[in-house]
């Protein structure tokens, strides 16, 4: 599976966009970005995932950049609850493991 | 919630015994995956299960096994625990066909071992 890199940590103001970028250079044609975000020990919770189109749910978007080498998620309106480590993972699309790396803490701030 | 349920939430024992963690998938997936993390290793991917067969396998440890059954649940057998088993265990469950698996998590098994 490809590497991703994301930064280790950001803050956000509450009420405004966070916006989380991803890198994934090496990236296959077949692979797709997954996010996931865990909450303080809680079991990772499943965002989005896109393979080139931009994407949207009720929870966030995927913006994946036409070389598909990087992403941003981006939560509209960040709230404190959203608080948590969120992790940029490339999976192809037959599944099996997910690679967690370090991910990105995010923070909400008042 | 998820929809994926674990059991036990915690669970304290001795180093040399053994233990058995149980996964329910979501109703309608039929895959199944395992997961560790400590706070050394981040979280890490032991082995995925699909309608009762083993599909594929990661860092999972000799002493550790695991099954799925008829019914699609799921357990996590450790044995001759050490210490450095000391973690959270967690099962994931996805449908696991067409183009795309995200994959649902459970709660956590807490695993202390003294």
């Known amino acids: 599976d490809a590497k991703t890199t994301q930064p280790t940590s950001m803050d956000c103001a509450e009420g405004r966009a966070a916006n989380l970028p991803c890198n994934h250079s090496?990236?296959?044609?077949?692979?797709?970005v997954y996010w996931y975000r865990q909450i303080h020990s809680q079991g990772p919770q499943y965002i989005i995932h896109?393979?080139?189109n931009n994407e949207t749910n009720e929870m966030a978007s995927l913006i994946i950049t036409e070389d598909r080498k990087s992403s941003t998620l981006i939560l509209p309106h960040a709230t404190l609850r959203d608080t948590a480590v969120y992790y940029c993972?490339?999976?192809?699309?037959?599944?099996?493991?997910?690679?967690f790396g370090e991910g990105t803490q995010l923070t909400v701030n008042p | 919630d998820s929809g994926v349920t674990q059991t036990p939430k915690h669970l304290i024992t001795a180093t040399g015994q053994r233990v058995t963690l149980r996964c329910s998938p979501r109703?309608?997936?039929?895959?199944v995956y395992w997961y560790q993390q400590s706070l050394d290793q981040g979280l890490q991917f032991l082995i995925q299960?699909?309608?009762?067969?083993?599909?594929a396998k990661g860092n999972i440890l000799e002493r550790f096994s695991a099954q799925q059954f008829p019914d699609l649940h799921s357990e996590l057998n450790l044995s001759s625990l050490e210490l450095g088993d000391s973690a959270l265990y967690f099962c994931?469950?996805?449908?696991?066909?067409?183009?795309?698996?995200?994959?649902?998590f459970g709660p956590g098994t807490r695993l202390t071992v003294t």
């Open positions: 994931a469950s996805s449908v696991a066909q067409g183009v795309s698996y995200e994959q649902y």
């Open positions: 090496t990236i296959s044609g077949n692979e797709y």
């Open positions: 896109g393979l080139k």
């Open positions: 993972i490339v999976s192809p699309a037959s599944g099996s493991r997910l690679t």
């Open positions: 109703s309608g997936d039929l895959s």
């Open positions: 299960y699909y309608n009762g067969e083993e599909r």
